[in-house]
């Protein structure tokens, strides 16, 4: 009744959940969780999507983190991603139109674009990134997974910046300044082990 009323409550406003930014003990049910949200995703985008992967600190075992799940589907066009709005929204997760592009990180800001759903449940926040297959940002969120795997002191790096910018008034923007760095020196590695998404 605590999580089913909220829920209802939120989803008929198309209102997702709102978590304040607050880092957790890593949590080793995140990625249980994240695969029975993916395959919520698979069922209710289907074909349209390229493919659907846990992103973001919860896909980096052991990282602690803000208890949200991040999940990206890749689809072929923005106008795809469009398509996909009422579906999403019929599985829980209401479009936050506000959320339109990610931080341009290289010279054709377009590329940055996406559309962003978050979910109405109060007992799993989640965060669904829907970006175009091949974009920088796209690739960027499958990577950084992969960086932050392989490189247990850029873990360390990045949970700071996280827990500093969990004390500034705008979380996401306090913790951009890492990120522009972190950017050039993820693909730095991934050029020199050759990874590919």
Known sequence: YDRIVPFAHNLRLRRPVHLEPVVVPADPGWPDQA???VARLQTACGHRAVRIDHIGS???????????IDVQVTVASLEVADEL???????????VDHNSADVAHSEDPAQWRKRFHASAD????????????GWPNQRFALLWVDWLKANPGVQED?????????????YVAAKEPWFLDAYHRAWEWADATGWKP
């Open 35 to 37: 695969r029975r949200i």
């Open 58 to 68: 919860t896909a980096v075992p052991g990282l602690d983190s803000k208890d949200v």
């Open 85 to 95: 709005a009422d579906a999403l929204l019929a599985a829980g997760y209401p479009r």
């Open 122 to 133: 109060p007992g799993r926040p989640t965060h669904v990134h829907i970006r175009v297959d």
């Open 158 to 170: 990045y949970l700071a910046a996280k827990r500093a910018a969990s004390r500034a008034p705008d």
